[in-house]
């Protein structure tokens, strides 16, 4: 079966420190991976995301993502973390067994990053 | 660019009234948009995804006769909640995915709707 995990509930870290808020994934074949962040009460914000190509990927905000494929994982991180990062951060991977193929998405089950002045 | 819109932002409605939720990709046209609901700190729970011209397809547990989703063109779906119930209370939110270009199999939100059923 497709998952995605994410096996911290909270991160915190000091303003200015680096952050890396984690993400493994269980797929069959080649991820199609995500991380989106959601702040109170909106909707989410696409960040970043893997198809193919470099395993370091640049996203929006600073943030950026490895992918690990002997680790089967996407942390997301960012060199040196903001107050206002702080926020709900959702990695998925792109559901590719069903049978329509219309890109639905498997999330984690959500990161909250608290960062402190 | 990528941008979708929700509308309305909230909603207070009474029991047994039914609320419509628009949601309408700006910048693109949309052949599949997704709905979701969202309960407090929690992950997003996929009700069904919307094609345009077709019916939409309903995950397992989700009532299709209670939330009626209708995608009457390449950039607007809608959901119907109907009959609601103070258990139908939640955070719903939309995406679109852009099938083209740079942004392909990338799923933009919506910013979301808060339904309070009374």
């Known amino acids: 079966a497709q998952s995605v995990a994410q096996p911290e509930d909270q991160v915190n870290v000091a303003e200015g420190n680096p952050l890396t808020v984690k993400c493994t994934y269980s797929?069959?074949?080649?991820?199609?991976l995500f991380w989106y962040v959601q702040y109170p009460n909106r909707g989410l914000q696409f960040l970043l995301k893997?198809?193919?190509?470099?395993?370091l990927v640049k996203g929006s905000y600073g943030f950026e993502a490895e992918f690990n494929k002997s680790q089967t994982s996407f942390h997301l991180k960012k060199p040196s973390a903001l107050v206002s990062d702080s926020a709900l951060y959702f990695c998925?991977?792109?559901?590719?067994?069903?049978?329509?193929?219309?890109?639905?998405?498997?999330f984690g089950q959500g990161t909250t990053l608290q960062v402190k002045p | 660019g990528a941008v979708v819109s929700q509308h309305p932002s909230w909603v207070i409605c009474k029991s047994g009234t039914s609320v419509k939720i628009e949601c309408r990709s700006l910048?693109?046209?949309?052949?599949?948009m997704f709905w979701y609901r969202q309960f407090p700190k929690q992950s997003l729970m996929l009700m069904a995804t919307?094609?345009?011209?077709?019916?939409?397809?309903?995950e397992q547990g989700v009532e299709k006769d209670k939330f009626l989703i209708n995608h009457a063109s390449l950039t607007l779906s809608t959901l119907t909640v109907t009959s609601a119930h103070p258990e139908d209370s939640s955070f719903y939110i939309c995406?679109?995915?852009?099938?083209?270009?740079?942004?392909?199999?990338?799923?933009?939100f919506g910013p979301g709707t808060r339904l309070t059923v009374l």
């Open positions: 797929v069959s074949g080649n991820p199609y």
């Open positions: 995406s679109a995915r852009d099938p083209g270009g740079a942004r392909t199999d990338t799923q933009y």
């Open positions: 910048d693109f046209q949309a052949t599949t």
């Open positions: 893997y198809i193919t190509g470099d395993n």
């Open positions: 919307s094609n345009e011209g077709s019916k939409a397809t309903y």
């Open positions: 998925a991977v792109r559901d590719i067994l069903g049978s329509s193929n219309t890109g639905k998405l498997i």
